[in-house]
Structures are given as structure tokens and as C-alpha cells.
């Protein structure tokens, strides 16, 4: 199994582009999260979703869109990326049941100059 | 806002010490409790859950959970350099989403 597999890795944008991070999990998990992680602070949830067809907002979803479409994948969307925007991205996944137990992606690294 | 706190440390232990890490939560209502560790870039990782008041111990590590003072803590005992990371508190309040606490930095020294 290869877990959570996010891409690319590394990625500078410049300000109003647009892009998606891609996360695919081979798990056959319900749950999927997109968060982010500025430097010395914790991670910030942007959209989650419980099943394909489902997304929700969470804490700080301002500038981003998700879809899902399908169990395995939850892109995240960027659409005229700020500085702000610059930050480490992590998408994660959860089977149903083990509501703390979550399986993170390696992390995407964006910076928006 | 539900609020997950820990402070930002970092914490210095020697090598063998017990090194104790807190977070207090907001959120009344929450149900689960974690400990993730973050080696500097990389992903976290879960270490521990606790759901119920009172210790669990796992290894050298032990959480403890007082949900009347909204207070969660990890022990590490025989603390290692290999430890060294930072180590994030998350609660859930019984829904289907995760909060995070910005993390406690821990330095073990050999």
C-alpha cells in the first residue's frame, strides 16, 4: 500500500495563479482532510470530507475548493494565490470508527512570491 | 473557536529524563484525545490516544487525561534524543474533524 500520496511536493506560484494539490489514498478510507501547517504553528483545517460526493468547509477555507468524486481522491484547488497561501499542505485520511487515528500524506510545500 | 493550547517550548530535557508535555482544550464537549509527533519536515504521526479519564501508558510513554480541568499531558520517560520532534495535541469534540494545537518543540539532549 502506498498510504496517502500527495503531489508535487515542492511548487512556487506566482500571485493570482491558480493550481491544484492532488491526494490520492489507496486505503479505501471514508474520511479525507486538507490541512495546513505555517512555520511554529499547528495545523489548520481547510475542507474535509466523509465520503465521495460529500466536502465541508473547515477553519480556514477562504481561497481553496475540494471536490470528490471518488473514495481515493480529494484535490485541493488554489485560485488566485496570495502570499498568504504560502505553506506546507498536508492531506490526510481516516477510516470510519478511528476518529483520531489520521494517516498524513508526506506534505506539499508551496510558496506564492 | 474551539481552542486546543499548548505552549511552544521548546522544552530542553537530558538524556534519561522525564520529559512532561501539556495542552489544555476549550471545547467541553470533546470526546478523544491525541498525541502526534512531528519530526522538522516531515508529516505527523500518531503516538497516542486517550479517551477516558485517568493514564494510559504505552512504552515509555504515558498520556493523561483530566476532562474536569480540560487538561491532556504526555509523559516520556528515558527520554531519548531520537525524541527530539514536536509533539501536537489534537482533540476532537465528537464530530468528524480534528483540532490541533500549535505543538510543543522538545529537545532532548545527549
Known amino acids: 500500500n502506498a498510504g496517502v500520496t500527495q503531489t508535487p511536493k515542492f511548487r512556487i506560484l506566482k500571485i493570482g495563479q491558480s493550481m491544484t494539490l492532488q491526494c490520492t489514498q489507496d486505503m479505501n478510507h471514508n474520511y479525507m482532510y486538507w490541512y495546513r501547517q505555517d512555520p511554529g504553528m499547528g495545523l489548520k483545517l481547510i475542507y474535509y470530507?466523509?465520503?465521495?460526493?460529500?466536502?465541508d468547509k473547515g477553519e480556514v477555507p477562504n481561497g481553496y475548493n475540494v471536490s470528490r468524486s471518488t473514495t481515493e481522491d480529494f484535490p485541493l484547488r488554489l485560485e488566485l494565490a496570495a502570499p498568504s497561501q504560502t505553506s506546507v499542505y498536508f492531506c490526510?485520511?481516516?477510516?470510519?470508527?478511528?476518529?483520531?487515528?489520521?494517516?498524513f500524506g508526506e506534505g506539499s510545500r508551496l510558496t506564492v512570491l | 473557536q474551539k481552542e486546543v493550547e499548548q505552549n511552544s517550548g521548546p522544552l530542553s530535557v537530558p538524556e534519561g529524563a522525564i520529559a512532561s508535555l501539556n495542552c489544555t482544550y476549550s471545547d467541553r464537549g470533546s470526546q478523544s484525545f491525541f498525541w502526534y509527533r512531528q519530526y522538522s519536515g516531515k508529516s505527523p504521526e500518531l503516538i497516542m490516544s486517550?479517551?477516558?479519564?485517568g493514564d494510559k501508558e504505552d512504552g515509555r510513554f504515558t498520556a493523561q487525561l483530566n476532562k474536569a480541568s480540560q487538561y491532556v499531558s504526555l509523559l516520556i520517560r528515558d527520554s531519548q534524543p531520537s525524541d527530539s520532534a514536536t509533539y501536537l495535541c489534537a482533540v476532537t469534540p465528537g464530530y468528524s474533524t480534528l483540532t490541533f494545537g500549535k505543538g510543543t518543540m522538545l529537545l532532548v539532549s545527549p
Open positions: 470530507s466523509v465520503g465521495a460526493g460529500i466536502t
Open positions: 486517550i479517551y477516558s479519564n
Open positions: 490526510a485520511s481516516r477510516p470510519r470508527g478511528l476518529d483520531g487515528e489520521l494517516f
